[in-house]
C-alpha cells in the first residue's frame, strides 16, 4: 500500500513579515498569506486527502481550511501541538532587528539558525526536532492504520526536521533550508 504525505507551512503572518520572533503566539495571517494559502489549496486541488493535521495556532488552522475546501472526502482533522513551531522564549515577539541591537548579529544567528543552541527560555531545533520524530512516529502508524493520504498544516521550523528525516539531509543540510509560504512538499510512504 502506497499513501501520501502532503506538507506545507502556512502563509505568510504579521509577525513574519515585520520581522518579528513568532515562535508559540499566535499571529494571523497577511492578504498576502491568504493569498499563499489559497495557492497551496490551487495546487493540491486534485490530490486525495483523507485526513489531515493543524497545531492550536490560527495560521496552521487558517491555512488548513483554505486547502480542505476542495476536500470533502478528508473526514477528520487532528490538532497535533509536536509539530508546533520552535518556542523561541523571551525573544517571542521581538523585532529581529531590536536583538540585533542589544545582542549583536553573531548571538541572533546563533539563536535563530543554530541546531543546538536555544534562545532565552526557548527551545532549540534538537528540541523541535524530537518532538516533530514522535510525531513522524504516530502519523505513519495512523496512515498505516487508516490507510489514509493526509495533509499536515505547519511551520517553518517543525518542517526541518520533516525534511531532514523523508528526504535524509544532513542537519547542516537541515538547517540551511528554507520553506516557502505557497507551495508543498510530498512524500510517498510504502506499507
Known amino acids: 500500500m502506497k499513501l501520501n504525505i502532503y506538507l506545507f507551512r502556512h502563509g505568510q503572518t504579521y509577525f513574519n513579515k515585520s520581522k518579528r520572533f513568532t515562535g508559540w503566539k499566535d499571529s494571523k495571517l497577511t492578504l498576502n498569506g491568504i493569498n499563499q494559502a489559497e495557492t497551496i489549496a490551487k495546487k493540491l486541488k486534485n490530490k486525495k486527502i483523507e485526513a489531515a493535521f493543524q497545531t492550536r495556532l490560527s495560521r496552521s488552522k487558517d491555512t488548513l481550511k483554505r486547502v480542505l475546501k476542495h476536500h470533502p472526502e478528508c473526514k477528520k482533522v487532528i ?17 529581529h532587528e531590536a536583538v540585533i541591537e542589544n545582542y549583536g548579529v553573531n548571538q541572533f544567528n546563533i539563536w535563530h539558525r543554530s541546531y543546538n543552541t536555544s534562545p532565552p527560555k526557548g527551545e532549540s531545533i534538537k528540541r523541535v526536532e524530537k518532538r516533530v520524530n514522535a510525531f513522524i512516529r504516530y502519523l505513519l ?21 520533516f525534511r531532514k528525516h523523508f528526504e535524509k539531509l544532513s542537519n547542516k543540510k537541515m538547517m540551511a533550508l528554507e520553506n516557502p509560504y505557497d507551495d508543498y512538499f510530498e512524500y510517498t510512504v510504502k506499507f
Open 141 to 161: 502508524k495512523f496512515m498505516k492504520e487508516n490507510g489514509v493520504n493526509v495533509a499536515i498544516s505547519a511551520h517553518g521550523n517543525s518542517i526541518r526536521p
Open 79 to 95: 490538532t497535533d501541538d509536536r509539530m508546533i513551531e520552535r518556542s523561541y522564549g523571551a525573544l517571542q515577539g521581538k523585532f
